[in-house]
Structures are given as structure tokens and as C-alpha cells.
T-cell receptor, first 115, second 111 residues
């Protein structure tokens, strides 16, 4: 299965600032997914990022707040813009396993605290 | 819409079996998954099951699928303290492109 490197692993940010999270995959993948896990909650899909086109956002998430880049088939970034304490969460990227592994592989997550 | 439900907590003693239950709503899901999340860590795929299977066994893990009742369970035999974690049940969304997760079951194993 794919191996994902996600960074930063954690950050503490001031409200009103922005943070860009990076995910690098060790193989080419068509789709990359960005999830949010709020404290004590499950994972919620933010958006799906395809290379060469705009990301597709789920209900409740907008591009101005969570701009996504997908410059090639192995890399994507998610920016959390104009942060508030409510954005404190774990953000995870994911790709489909492919091959004989039909599971989805996840990055180790970025634990964001907004103060 | 799609929804996945799990019980929130399970407490067992070391050496006992653990059974974590999950119900889902989308009968068209091709695959159903179990993920494990240890404290401060990302998600680890434990196992998955094809929708045309009733059971899948992988070492200490047994997955049972009842499609009629849309019920999925994960049994962990001989539970160890290292199994303490949050376990998420997930199904693929209708587009088949991403996952819908349950809220997670926190498994606590006491020695």
C-alpha cells in the first residue's frame, strides 16, 4: 500500500493566521482526500483533490476557508485559512490503497491547536 | 444519507474477546473497513471485508457481515493491553470515492 508523509505533525497557531499542511505520497495516485477529526469526534471528509482540476468540497466546507492544491500525482496541500479556535482539530490526508489492498491509507495527521 | 453508527465504549479484561459492533445505511457499499487509532496517532487499516462475504478471519481478528441487517462486527480474540485504542467502522460513500466513518468505539483493556 501507499506510504504518506504528512507535515507538520502538530502546530499551535494564532487566530487569524493560516497554516498549510502538506502530504507527499510515495506513488502516483489519482485522488487524494482531506479529512478533519474534531476533538473526540469521527473523521469528516473535507474535500477530494484531483490532479489538474479544482478540488471537490463536501457540504459545509468552502474553498476560501480550506484552499487545496494538487500540483502533481504525488503531492497535495491543504490550507486552513483565517483560523479560529473552532478549527482546532486533527487534519488527515488519505489515498486509496490500490493493488490488492482496497483499503484507504492515511497520513499520520496534523494536530492543530488555534489559540 | 449515508450513516455509520457504533457504540462509543467497550471495556474488557486482558485475555477476553472483544466484540465491536457497527451498523451502516448504504446497502450498495462494496467494501466495509475497520480502522484503529492509537492515542496521538493516525489511522491504521486493520481489515476490510467485501460485501459478498459473510466472514473474514485474519489472525486474532474476525469480521462478521450481516448484509440483511446492515450490521458489521469486529471480534478481537485474546485481547491485549496493546489493543486499547479507538476503532472506527467505515463504508465507502455513494460515489465510491471516500469513506464515511462511525464515531469510533473506544476499547479499554484492563490487566
Amino acid at each position: 500500500s501507499a506510504v504518506i508523509s504528512q507535515k507538520p505533525s502538530r502546530d499551535i497557531c494564532q487566530r487569524g493566521t493560516s497554516l498549510t499542511i502538506q502530504c507527499q505520497v510515495d506513488s502516483q495516485v489519482t485522488m487524494m482526500f482531506w479529512y478533519r477529526q474534531q476533538p473526540g469526534q469521527s473523521l469528516t471528509l473535507i474535500a477530494t483533490a484531483n490532479q489538474g482540476s479544482e478540488a471537490t468540497y463536501e457540504s459545509g466546507f468552502v474553498i476560501d476557508k480550506f484552499p487545496i492544491s494538487r500540483p502533481n500525482l504525488t503531492f497535495s496541500t491543504l490550507t486552513v485559512s483565517n483560523m479560529s479556535p473552532e478549527d482546532s482539530s486533527i487534519y488527515l490526508c488519505s489515498v486509496e490503497g490500490g493493488g490488492n489492498n482496497y483499503g484507504y491509507t492515511f497520513g499520520s495527521g496534523t494536530r492543530l491547536t488555534v489559540v | 444519507g449515508e450513516d455509520v453508527e457504533q457504540s462509543l465504549f467497550l471495556s474488557v479484561r486482558e485475555g477476553d474477546s472483544s466484540v465491536i459492533n457497527c451498523t451502516y445505511t448504504d446497502s450498495s457499499s462494496t467494501y466495509l473497513y475497520w480502522y484503529k487509532q492509537e492515542p496521538g496517532a493516525g489511522l491504521q487499516l486493520l481489515t476490510y471485508i467485501f460485501s459478498n462475504m459473510d466472514m473474514k478471519q485474519d489472525q486474532r481478528l474476525t469480521v462478521l457481515l450481516n448484509k440483511k441487517d446492515k450490521h458489521l462486527s469486529l471480534r478481537i480474540a485474546d485481547t491485549q493491553t496493546g489493543d486499547s485504542a479507538i476503532y472506527f467502522c467505515a463504508e465507502a460513500n455513494q460515489a465510491g470515492t471516500a469513506l464515511i466513518f462511525g464515531k469510533g468505539t473506544t476499547l479499554s483493556v484492563s490487566s
